[in-house]
């Protein structure tokens, strides 16, 4: 199966910027529809953004302008770009795949906290 590393979460004032990191070791990595959820305590998890095999993004309203997702193909890694960080950003982020071929995984999760 799809084997999935996420990297890049941490604690960050309001205002300020982190990025996170998907590593995915599948085979057909180049055909992977791929996004970015999120999770805050008693909240239902998100869709915060997501990018196709082509390239084609999309984005909550509510991080739009804010975060940019993208992917590097070559490295095998997804991306997302995360600016003007505000508190409601709190939550657990997760890396999801979506693979023709192998099927749906999840990442680990990373905890990003936004707070004074």
């Known amino acids: 199966q799809v084997q999935?590393?996420?990297?890049?979460?941490?604690?960050?004032?309001?205002?300020?910027?982190?990025?996170?990191?998907c590593a995915a070791s599948g085979s057909?990595?180049?055909?992977?529809?791929?996004?970015w959820y999120r999770q805050a305590p008693?909240?239902?998890r998100e869709l915060v953004a997501?990018?196709?095999?082509?390239?084609a993004t999309n984005y909550?309203?509510?991080?739009?302008?804010r975060f940019t997702i993208s992917r590097d193909n070559?490295?095998?890694?997804?991306?997302?770009q995360m600016n003007n960080l505000e508190p409601e950003d709190?939550?657990?982020?997760?890396?999801?795949?979506d693979s023709l071929f192998e099927g749906n995984f999840w990442g680990q999760g990373a905890q990003v906290t936004v707070s004074s």
């Open 90 to 97: 709190t939550a657990v982020y997760y890396c999801n795949v």
């Open 28 to 35: 057909s990595f180049t055909h992977y529809n791929m996004g």
């Open 60 to 65: 909550a309203e509510s991080v739009k302008g």
């Open 4 to 21: 999935i590393v996420e990297s890049g979460g941490g604690l960050v004032q309001p205002g300020g910027s982190l990025r996170l990191s």
């Open 42 to 44: 008693g909240k239902q």
């Open 50 to 55: 997501a990018i196709t095999r082509g390239g």
């Open 74 to 80: 070559a490295a095998k890694t997804l991306y997302l």
